[in-house]
């Protein structure tokens, strides 16, 4: 093979891979923009090396037996399976101004005139579905699937608040396919999160994996317990075909029955003129409930859209402009690591500080030990750091150029920094545990949940109270505290008599707020 062939072979295992680690288990490793760039130039070099698609993998089934489909798959075998009516492809995706005014181009001289009417809405990024009604009342929601078909996700989005399950309206159509995303808000998320570091379960990366976790969790009981959130925006199939004029009159028409849709729509009668709506969103959507990373612009008009027809793998008649998530270079000064109370150990990155997307950040999550061992960082290098979903900071590349000759690999710890016992890690897990159930940091993290509102709700009784009644040898367990009197308090920074009763007594009536309250600790 060339290697040219060898290169493509290479990508090609590594869509294959992010697509399983995206779209079936919902925890990525790489950024969606580092995605992008991959599949891009899978997809150049294909259009050089087979300019017919005479190779292509499709027809070349990986190891776990599932073919390259052109938009990934997430359907899993547990789920029922549904056949779209119209198939629900990605669409082309562009970070420069000047592929869209190209996408414009070939419009025009497609139609052969110098304007053409567009309309452009938010990207979002969540979980596709597709919501069918037939006369008016809900029938099923599907994900997208491999874009032919998808899973039956219904029964975990009937507890799903803004989504009507029958629409009144004298202008229904008979059948019609709406497209959208489902989303979670960051408070849901962080709560999610906390109930699974209580349960030592792994934690998800951000809303959205958390999302796709949830349509797909096989207990409707349990999806309805975790809230989630619609936003619709598409158009599938509809029935009369006629029914809608354009994009335009779709918006219109859901938002007066009432379902859930984006707050930005812009009309453009140009590209200029949609340009300029798109540097106008990238302005305002950091105000919208869910997460946006890009502006679509459609042809408005549905006949317009039907001649210009699809390709293989996305609609000729609509592009997505993506904005650059936010991005600093520092130096990462050093990397700790962080003991959760359940013995976690998790990398952080220290980093100088650098300002992004409007706040301070000195520290940026690494992960574990075979994400830093995988992008090769290293104490003292150049990195480039990312607002990955513009919540948490995440390191996303080394600069090589930059490093320093005398720089050597990170060497992962192999005791407890807290407290020297060695650390261990189960087959299949990525992350190391102190297994020390004394280990300080362990305790100290136990007795701030014990403590905290969401807990036992005990006054007085602060993280900096919990730091010094562990580091003294006070507390090495929970039971501990109703040991403690008066006086172990008094010989704490900052108690006097008062302070010390108050913490004292505090204590004392939490015990009486029942075993189930104990229990969740
Ligand atoms: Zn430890």
Redesign the pocket.
Same mark, same amino acid.
């Given at each position: 093979m060339s290697g040219g062939e060898d290169r493509l072979e290479e990508l090609r295992g590594l869509v294959r891979d992010h697509d399983r680690r995206y779209y079936r288990d919902a925890s990525p490793i790489i950024s969606d923009r580092e995605y992008d760039l991959i599949k891009r130039e899978m997809e150049d070099l294909e259009a050089e090396l087979d300019p017919l698609g005479l190779f292509k993998a499709e027809d070349s089934p990986d190891l776990i037996g599932f073919p390259v489909p052109a938009v990934g798959d997430d359907r899993l075998e547990e789920f029922v399976s549904h056949r779209h009516l119209v198939p629900m492809l990605s669409l082309d995706n562009t970070y420069d101004q000047k592929e869209f005014f190209d996408f414009d181009q070939r419009l025009r001289k497609l139609f052969d005139r110098s304007e053409l009417p567009y309309v452009v809405e938010p990207k979002i990024d969540g979980v596709a579905v597709s919501i069918t009604y037939e006369g008016g009342i809900l029938k099923t929601a599907v994900t997208r699937g491999n874009g032919v078909e998808g899973d039956v996700i219904t029964q975990n989005l009937m507890h799903v608040d803004s989504l009507p399950h029958d629409l009144t309206s004298f202008e229904l159509p008979e059948i019609l396919e709406i497209r959208g995303e489902i989303y979670m808000n960051h408070e849901e998320f962080v709560r999610l999160n906390e109930l699974r570091e209580r349960d030592g379960l792994p934690l998800y990366a951000n809303p959205r994996n958390l999302a796709a976790g949830t349509v797909k969790l096989l207990d409707p009981k349990e999806a309805a317990t975790r809230k989630l959130e619609i936003v619709l925006y598409g158009m599938g199939a509809c029935i009369p075909e006629s029914h809608f004029p354009s994009q335009s009159a779709f918006h219109e028409a859901i938002r007066k029955w009432s379902l859930p849709t984006v707050e930005f729509l812009r009309s453009a009668s140009s590209a200029n003129e949609a340009w300029q709506a798109i540097l106008e969103l990238d302005e305002l959507r950091h105000g919208y409930g869910y997460p946006t990373d890009g502006a679509v612009i459609k042809l408005d008009p549905i006949e317009m859209q039907r001649q210009a027809g699809a390709t293989a793998k996305a609609p000729r008649w609509a592009i997505a402009y993506k904005f650059e998530s936010e991005r600093q270079e520092t130096v990462l000064e050093d990397i700790v690591l962080q @003991?959760g109370r359940t013995g976690t150990v998790t990398p952080v990155a220290c980093l100088r500080p650098v300002q992004l997307a409007g706040t301070t950040v000195s520290r940026a999550s690494l992960h574990n030990a075979d994400e830093i061992a995988r992008k090769d960082i290293r104490v003292g290098d150049f990195v480039v750091v990312e607002k990955a979903g513009e919540i948490i900071p995440q390191v996303v590349e080394v600069v090589a150029a930059k490093r320093q000759t005398d720089s050597t690999p990170y060497l992962f710890p192999s005791s407890?920094p @807290?407290?020297a016992?060695g650390l261990e890690r189960e087959d299949g897990e990525a992350a190391w545990r102190?297994p020390?159930p004394e280990?300080p940091?362990?305790v100290k993290g136990r007795l701030k949940y014990f403590a905290s509102r969401g807990c036992m709700d005990i006054d007085h009784l602060g993280e900096a109270v919990i730091e010094q009644l562990v580091d003294l040898g006070k507390a090495k367990r929970i039971s501990d505290l109703y040991t403690l009197g008066k006086e172990d308090f008094l010989a704490l920074d900052g108690f006097a008599e008062k302070s010390a009763e108050n913490l004292f007594n505090s204590i004392a009536s939490s015990k009486n707020k029942g075993l189930a309250r104990l229990l969740c600790a």
């Open positions: @003991v407890c @807290v407290c016992r102190c020390n280990c940091e362990q």
